[in-house]
């Protein structure tokens, strides 16, 4: 029978897997909504809102401006960050300590991503999904730092040397 892990523990995987699943509903969001963040992207620069008030969005696509490629960026962003924030569970599960912080700095530059996007005026809908996303970061931060689950890694390593006395540590 393993150690049973404290809800700090618990809680923190479970908000992880909630900011994936957030993250990929903003990422099929920025394909839905693609022309809206475009425009407000329009919003932010003179020339391409010179254009697009003369000829609409296929006139700008159709113009010199290179106009941004939202989609390709938030499926890689989201692949990239799905698959570490799953590595680093995984590990975090099995009692890693390093994997704890990692999930820590990987909370913080999240949270650095989301202010980006609230500072970059998005529609709406990712207004939302970022003081969400925000929430959620703070929350996962706090349970990794919480005093059970650095017990609980501390318990995992002594476990480790006892299991395996000739490894160093």
């Known amino acids: 029978m393993g150690r049973q892990r404290p809800s700090s523990v618990s809680n923190a995987v479970r908000v992880q897997w909630l900011l994936v699943a957030l993250s990929a509903f903003a990422t099929l969001l920025t394909v839905l909504l693609r022309d809206d963040l475009l425009r407000a992207w329009v919003e932010s620069n003179a020339t391409a809102r010179a254009i697009v ?5 296929e006139a700008l696509r159709d113009s010199v401006i290179s106009v941004p490629a939202f989609v390709p960026v938030a499926v890689v962003s989201f692949l990239v ?7 680093l569970a ?10 704890r912080w990692s999930l820590v700095a990987l909370a913080a530059s999240h949270l650095f991503g989301a202010y980006v996007v609230y500072r970059a005026d998005p529609p709406t809908p990712f207004l939302s999904l970022v003081v969400l996303a925000a ?13 059970d689950t650095a017990e609980w890694v501390r318990g995992a390593a002594l476990a480790d040397q006892h299991d395996h006395p000739s490894r160093p540590s």
């Open 53 to 57: 008030e003369e000829g609409g969005l």
């Open 81 to 87: 960050y799905a698959l570490l924030a799953w590595v």
């Open 90 to 99: 995984v590990l975090f599960r099995e009692g890693h300590g390093w994997a």
């Open 135 to 147: 929430v959620l970061d703070l929350a996962l931060a706090w349970f990794l730092v919480q005093r």
